[in-house]
């Protein structure tokens, strides 16, 4: 007996800081497995809009801008009324947007703390909220990625790790919550890209030398995972570590 293949209905993402980078890559590579794209962004407007004009001369209307600050709170309904504005459904939210700098304890600032946590943390658990009741009318998902930094802390990026190591919980307990109509997964990217600042070539290499597979990833490497994670129906409460065997040293 054949495999019977089921035709879906066209899916819908949204992808927070997705102008450029690993956002970037994962609007890229879901818009060419046929999805529809929200690239979200806030300073990176023009990177935002070259992506979109880019995906849209592949594939017309595959692709649109929005742009907000996930620090204001008005802004996750305001993200979502706008693909509802222009698609009328949304199936994949990926929470995606991240701040990464350093805080060394001694040093670190009640604005450092509230920086961190609302774009790593706050933004996902209410947009999530906010996508909910469009995510369960298409039995929709939640990918929010993570760091291998949430389950191995990096001196001096308390609150970066702490900002990670929370949304890994967040993603078992609403995994939990909003079964069985939403899945929600996290994938936990390891040395992929290089921070723009605060890391030499003698880092790196420090870095790769304990990478079992002696190499650093792609971002596409992390939008591959999180294809999977939306292809694959059965799973949720999970993290995939795409680290090249960091996390086993």
Known sequence: MGIMIVKKATKVALITGGAKRIGGTICEFLQQQGMFVAIHCYTALAEAEQLANKLNAVRKNSAIVVQTDLNNNSS????????????????????????????????????????????NLKAPFFLTQAALPLLQETSGCVINITDVHAQKPLKSYSLYTMSKAALKMMTESLAREL???????????????????????AGREKIIAKIPLKRSGSPLDIAKAVWFLIDCEYITGQTIVVDGGRLMD
């Open 76 to 119: 996750y309904e305001q993200l979502v009324n706008q693909i509802v504005k222009k698609w009328g459904r949304l199936d994949v939210l990926v929470n995606n947007a991240s701040l990464f700098y350093p805080t060394p304890f001694k040093e670190a600032s009640l604005q450092a703390f509230d920086d961190l946590l609302t774009t």
């Open 179 to 201: 079964a069985p109509t939403v899945r929600v997964n996290a994938v936990a990217p390891g040395a992929i890209l290089w921070p723009e600042k605060n890391l030499d070539l």
